[in-house]
């Protein structure tokens, strides 16, 4: 019998790397650079994204008390950094597509150090102090920058080498994400433990996160002195995480099951509640502008 831990490990950071690569595809130099262009909208980004983000995670498994590495695994989906389909969807959403690009860039360099932290500190507090599970940050992170920054990296030099390997990204993160559901489907179907039986239990958490996350994440940027196309950019990059991502930590770091549940369930539902509020965002602009050339 196949064991679905074991394929996990092999299709997860086999697709996490060329998600990555088709990523550094899209960046250029200017996009690592563009946060000095509009720092306010930036850094408010960067802190609704990683650290808001995960706290709110955080007090969620709190709230629910959610078995340890069910708690972790929200965590650390809360922790993650948005994803490359965020750019996608804020393009064709008309949000701020350079704002997008850069938090999606930044974020994923800063979370080499932050997500580490954020597992380690809930495996402490919800371990009650008594797991032995950590996760050495350095190592960590150094884990984190091989499956990201180089292949991140290795795309950007392709892009300069090659410029019309551009023409193929499309094509490479679409392979990537449907290899990523396939796997997770794959997961289910050989899982021998039944683990996905209790992935009820993470439904209504994780949907409160995503919709407590797209709500702040407009409602902050806003009050912080935003316009309202850079705070639904935000929105946007704090609601489509890089799933992908936790679930790496979840099956190659953690190497547990129970901590991929929040990411599956995260896999259904966030893309749905990203164009849901993408398309009432226009459709608001759409009736100011009507009433103002009214």
């Not at 074991?6 to 946060?35: E, H």
């Not at 129970?258 to 602009?285: E, G, H, Q, R, W």
Request: hydrophobic share 55%; aromatic share 6%; proline share 4%.
């Amino acid at each position: 019998m196949i064991d679905a831990a074991a394929m996990m490990n092999v299709i997860i950071p086999a697709t996490m790397f060329t998600l990555m690569f088709g990523m550094g595809l899209t960046l250029t130099g200017i996009d690592f650079k563009r946060i000095l262009l509009f720092p306010r909208a930036a850094m408010v980004g960067l802190a609704v994204q990683l650290i808001l983000s995960p706290a709110i995670g955080f007090a969620l498994a709190y709230t629910f008390e959610l078995p340890l590495m069910m708690a972790v695994g929200l965590v650390a989906v809360a922790a993650c950094p948005g994803g490359s389909i965020s750019n996608a969807i804020v393009h064709l959403g008309k949000g701020d597509t350079a704002l997008s690009v850069t938090l999606t860039a930044t974020a994923t360099l800063v979370t080499l150090i932050t997500l580490p932290i954020w597992i380690n500190f809930s495996l402490s507090f919800f371990g009650g102090g008594e797991t032995s599970i950590q996760m050495p940050i350095l190592k960590t992170a150094a884990q984190l920058g091989l499956f990201t920054v180089l292949p991140i990296g290795l795309g950007m030099l392709a892009r300069k080498v090659r410029p019309r390997w551009l023409e193929k990204e499309p094509v490479i993160t679409k392979g990537s994400m449907i290899a990523m559901l396939s796997g997770v489907l794959l997961m289910a179907f050989l899982d021998e433990k039944d683990i996905l039986s209790h992935a009820g239990q993470m439904v209504l958490p994780t949907l409160l996160f995503i919709l407590i996350v797209v709500v702040l994440g407009f409602v902050i940027p806003r009050v912080s002195g935003v316009n309202s196309k850079s705070s639904i950019t935000i929105t946007m990059e704090v609601c489509l995480k890089n799933i992908l991502l936790a679930l790496f930590v979840a099956t190659n770091s953690l190497k547990d099951l129970d901590a991929a549940l929040a990411s599956a369930v995260a896999i259904v539902a966030i893309v749905p509640v990203a164009v849901m509020v993408m398309v009432l965002y226009n459709l608001v602009n759409k009736y100011q502008g009507q009433l103002k050339t009214s």
